[in-house]
């Protein structure tokens, strides 16, 4: 089993085809159900998909309850690089969610992994929107240190040199120092849990993570491997994201305005 992979000629149609399908997903699931639970991911790579959804039809927004994956610890309350911050900006503050559940780290982060744990865990997530960074992590579960079966649903994580790197390529910090070490994290096997998965990743510097999610053996050593475990992951990514190998560019076949290879 592995991730149905819709590639585009950019990030624009890729946001927009990624919010389609899952504004599709959330007016089906609205349908015969009574309340819909998602997690979304905080990062640049998100921006296209979040502006399309915001945008969408035909979505009781005031059914629908939003969680966050990941959050830094050790920033101030209100400074603006917070996932929670950035979140509000992006789509929390512009759509009637029924809740917006943020992870706020308080002076015990330990005990505020485990009161969002319990939020989680009061009911089914029904929908995941996450992406995979440069060194395959997915949330904040970097390599090698992932456990992609930790017994835990949240929990404190120490970010790798490679993660907080990429914080500084996004622009999202300064320099290397600004970057928080730690961080409370969505584990592996919570995120895997949730019914759907819609994963966004555009830009040239992700291509390799991407190659790697689809081609490495299942490990730590490339969480986002794991995405190969769930049976309904659908990924899009951008023609500058999209994998180098001979089936992606010799066995696609037409589907919407993206190119999809079922796998």
């Keep these: ?8 000629p950019d990030r624009t149609s890729m946001g927009a085809a990624a919010a389609a399908d899952v504004a599709a997903e959330l007016r089906e699931r609205l349908a015969r159900q009574e309340k819909v639970r998602m997690v979304f991911a905080a990062a640049p790579s998100q921006s296209d998909v979040l502006a399309s ?3 969408a039809e035909g979505i009781d927004w005031s059914r629908v309850t939003a ?6 610890l050790d920033l101030p309350a209100d400074a603006p690089e917070r996932f929670a911050t950035w979140l ?16 706020e780290p308080g002076d015990d982060p330990a005990a505020t992994a485990e009161r969002y744990a319990e939020l989680l865990a009061a009911g089914p997530i029904d929908i995941v ?10 949330a904040f579960n970097d390599p090698p240190v992932a456990d992609l ?14 993660c907080r ?3 500084v390529d996004d622009d999202c910090f300064a320099t290397l120092a600004d970057v928080p070490r730690r961080a409370i994290t969505l584990t592996v096997p919570r995120l895997l849990a949730a019914d759907r998965l819609f994963c966004v990743v555009p830009g040239a510097a992700k291509r390799d993570a991407v190659e790697k999610a689809l081609h490495e053996p299942v490990s730590a050593a490339h969480p986002a491997t794991a ?9 899009y990514v951008d023609a500058e994201a999209a994998p180098r190998t001979a089936d992606a560019q010799t066995a696609p076949r037409a589907a919407g305005t993206g190119t999809e290879v079922a796998r």
């Design 88 to 103: 509000r900006e992006a789509i929390f503050d512009h759509l009637p969610f029924a809740a917006v559940h943020l992870i």
């Design 165 to 167: 790197r990429q914080q």
């Design 129 to 138: 929107c996450l992406g995979i960074g440069q060194n395959g992590h997915i």
């Design 1 to 8: 089993m592995s991730p149905r992979l819709r590639v585009f």
């Design 227 to 235: 995405l190969r475990t769930h049976p309904d992951v659908t990924l």
């Design 53 to 55: 959804l915001r945008r």
């Design 67 to 72: 969680f966050h994956m990941d959050e830094y």
């Design 149 to 162: 079966d930790d017994p835990l649903d949240v929990k404190v994580v120490e970010l790798d040199e490679a």
